[in-house]
């Protein structure tokens, strides 16, 4: 089969190098792609966003199966588009990515299917914003209706700010503040059929300890020792499941890559968010784990036979990534800059750790930085502190100017708190 994939982050990289990986895989392509995704994918540019592009591109490779990465294009109907040209997608049609595309539909969503999240209001005007931010009180949460890249969400205990970041959105959810860890769980499934992935828990802020702003998550790890063992059961009846049903009962069948984002608060799990695909940088933890081949599993995703696949196969092994970042990330991210190192990790730590690509490109004979986030430096393990140790020494030999990184990765769940 051959395999195109769109999209060009770390993400990206990590399904690029699963496939590359995968018998059943004759060709892989990957648009836009990156520096290190070139290793292993044949590069074609294209726009990621132009559904008609990327359907011609498709059909010129020959593509049996075409992988949307990124919420953009999918909310843009790229999904659609290739569908359209006869190709199997993985990815949701735009109708069903506004699960990821508006948070007022994905609270919609979840009111018509019972499942749990938290308590909100949708705004339109300055009235509703004040009277939603005193029904919840501190801290405050906003969202911007809309896709904003990571930046759209605001929690903070000034009311001010909540206040002018819920003006400078057309729309805004305001919502009950939701306590307790985070845990990504991802679930394949073809609109009928759901399909749970291993949990992961991903680190949004950009600072040890949790501190600094937001950003679209600097490292990751698998499995979570401290999470319930019926915790991936309770989420798939609760969450994963009804919300699937519900968006065929509209007419609107989700297949792809569901994201549920949970909250585990005192209580019960809660929905922070869907996304409408695999999220970064949790995919490259949870694809470090997985042994079954992926090409068979998505392809079967998009042609509405997943009933058919057999369960998913899971190695015994730990895995952590540690997301390097470019001086001033999230800010205003420099560009530019030369990376070294890379074949020393190659050299040295392979198989154990390896580097994913995610901004970067090559510059004659170098690779340099080309985003806010980098690289995503990935090792697995015997357990949590085997494969952080492996990941830490691995991102110790990449050089890049002004780069920064979170060195608290998976410690706590590491050490057993
Ligand atoms: P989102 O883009 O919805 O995932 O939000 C980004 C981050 O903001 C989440 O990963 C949480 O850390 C935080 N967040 C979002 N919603 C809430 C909430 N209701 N309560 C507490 N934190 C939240
Ligand atoms: N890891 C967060 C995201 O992909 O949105």
């Not at 909310?75 to 040209?85: K, S, T």
């Not at 991936?232 to 065929?248: F, H, I, K, S, Y």
């Not at 069948?253 to 999220?279: D, M």
């Not at 050299?347 to 340099?368: C, I, K, Q």
Request: net charge negative; with cysteine.
């Amino acid at each position: 089969m051959k395999v195109l994939v769109i999209g060009g982050g770390a993400r990206e990289h990590a399904l690029c190098r699963s496939l590359s990986l995968d018998p059943d895989v004759s060709a892989l392509y990957c648009a836009p792609g990156n520096a290190g995704i070139a290793e292993v994918a044949e590069l074609r540019p294209v726009d990621a966003l132009d559904g008609d592009a990327v359907a011609a591109l498709a059909t010129e490779l020959g593509a049996g199966l075409v992988i949307v990465g990124p919420e953009a294009p999918l909310v843009a109907g790229v999904g659609d588009a290739v569908r359209a040209a006869g190709i199997p997608v993985f990815g949701p049609s735009a109708e069903a990515a506004q699960l990821e595309g508006s948070k007022a539909f994905a609270k919609d969503v979840m009111a018509a299917a019972g499942v749990p999240t938290a308590r909100s209001y949708v705004c339109t005007t300055p009235e509703e914003v004040d009277a939603a931010l005193d029904a919840f009180g501190a801290p405050y949460v906003v969202k911007d209706d809309g896709l904003a890249a990571g930046k759209g969400v605001v929690v903070t205990e000034d009311r001010a700010a909540a206040r002018a970041h819920a003006l400078g959105c057309d729309r805004v959810v305001i919502e009950e503040y939701l306590d307790g860890p985070e845990v990504s769980l991802f679930a394949i499934t073809d609109g009928v059929t759901v399909v749970p992935l291993q949990p992961a828990q991903d680190f949004k802020r950009a600072l040890d300890g949790d501190e600094g702003p937001n950003t679209g998550g600097m490292g990751a790890y698998s499995p979570l020792p401290w999470a319930d063992p019926k915790l991936v059961d309770e989420v798939m009846e609760l969450v994963l499941q009804p919300t699937v049903d519900e968006l065929r009962r509209r007419g609107t069948p989700f297949s792809g890559l569901l994201y549920a984002g949970l909250a585990i608060t005192s209580r019960g799990t809660r929905v922070i968010e869907f996304n409408a695909r695999f999220g970064d940088p949790e995919t490259q933890v949870v694809l470090a784990r997985l042994r079954t081949p992926l090409a068979s599993v998505l392809l079967n995703a998009a042609n509405g036979t997943l009933d058919a696949e057999p369960a998913l196969v899971w190695r015994e092994d730990a895995a952590v990534t540690v997301v390097i970042a470019s001086h001033n990330y999230p800010e205003t991210p420099r560009t530019g800059d030369p990376i070294e190192g890379l074949a020393e990790v190659a050299a040295e730590d392979a198989p154990d750790a390896y580097v994913l690509h995610a901004g970067t490109r090559r510059e004659g004979d170098a690779v340099v930085s080309a985003g806010g986030r980098v690289l995503s430096v990935t090792a697995t393990g015997s357990d949590l502190a085997q494969a952080r140790a492996k990941a830490y020494k691995a991102v110790a030999r990449i050089r890049l100017d002004g780069s920064q990184h979170r060195t608290d990765i998976a410690a706590k769940a590491a050490e057993g708190r």
